[in-house]
């Protein structure tokens, strides 16, 4: 069974502070990770995923295997990063399950 | 306008009562899915869909039906609701994998069951 878990319900940081969300899982496979977010009255959107390795808004995550880990990281928080970020993970291949962490609800404050 | 849009976006009913919500994409893509989102749950897959007449259940598909007659529609059909299946439930809709997937929400539908 595969399994996403969040375990920071609220993370709070001032302006200018490094944020870092952690992400566990457990797969038994090669998994697909996906970090996203969903501001204030606005639609749940993609914020990256594992395997483009790329950084959004200032954000990077790496996919470690050997911790199971997928953190979200951002060296230096902004106010408009405030919001709520769900981690998921879906199975390799033709697998379209999606399975999503409970949320980690993000305050950056001035 | 590349987009996914559910109706209602608001709905209050009593237990018992069939409803469908509805989902649509114009972006023909092939996978489409519903999540239910429940405060310290997170989002929880009920079902998806990889094509049309392919369905699959998600992690909660208890209480719960869909169909998938044509790419662009993937109703959600709750034949009898109960309260708790009171929540705030999305559709989304994505296409390709690796590099090109894109993946679109829908604006939600918040759903109180009495």
């Known amino acids: 069974a595969q399994r996403v878990t969040q375990p920071e319900k609220l993370l709070s940081v001032f302006k200018g502070a490094p944020v870092e969300l952690k992400c566990n899982y457990s797969?038994?496979?090669?998994?697909?990770l996906f970090w996203y977010v969903q501001y204030s009255r606005q639609r749940l959107q993609l914020l990256l995923r594992h395997i483009s390795r790329e950084s959004i808004k200032g954000f990077t995550a790496d996919l470690n295997k050997g911790e199971t880990s997928f953190h979200l990281k951002k060296p230096f928080a902004q106010e408009e990063d405030s919001a709520m970020y769900y981690c998921?993970?879906?199975?390799?291949?033709?697998?379209?399950?999606?399975?999503f962490g409970a949320g980690t609800t993000v305050t950056v404050r001035a | 306008e590349a987009q996914v849009t559910q109706n209602p976006r608001y709905l209050i009913t009593v237990t018992g009562k069939k409803l469908t919500v509805t989902c649509s994409q114009n972006?023909?893509?092939?996978?489409m899915s519903w999540y239910r989102q429940d405060p310290g749950l997170g989002l929880r897959q009920i079902y998806y869909s990889m094509n049309v007449e392919v369905t699959d259940k998600g992690d909660v598909p208890e209480g719960y039906k869909v169909s998938r007659k044509e790419k662009r529609n993937f109703p959600l059909i709750l034949e009898s609701p109960s309260p708790n299946q009171t929540s705030l439930y999305f559709c989304?809709?994505?296409?390709?994998?690796?590099?090109?997937?894109?993946?679109?929400f829908g604006p939600g539908t918040r759903l109180l069951v009495l």
């Open positions: 972006m023909n893509h092939e996978y």
């Open positions: 989304a809709s994505n296409s390709g994998r690796g590099l090109q997937e894109t993946q679109y």
């Open positions: 998921a993970l879906r199975g390799g291949s033709n697998d379209y399950k999606l399975s």
């Open positions: 797969y038994s496979g090669s998994p697909e």
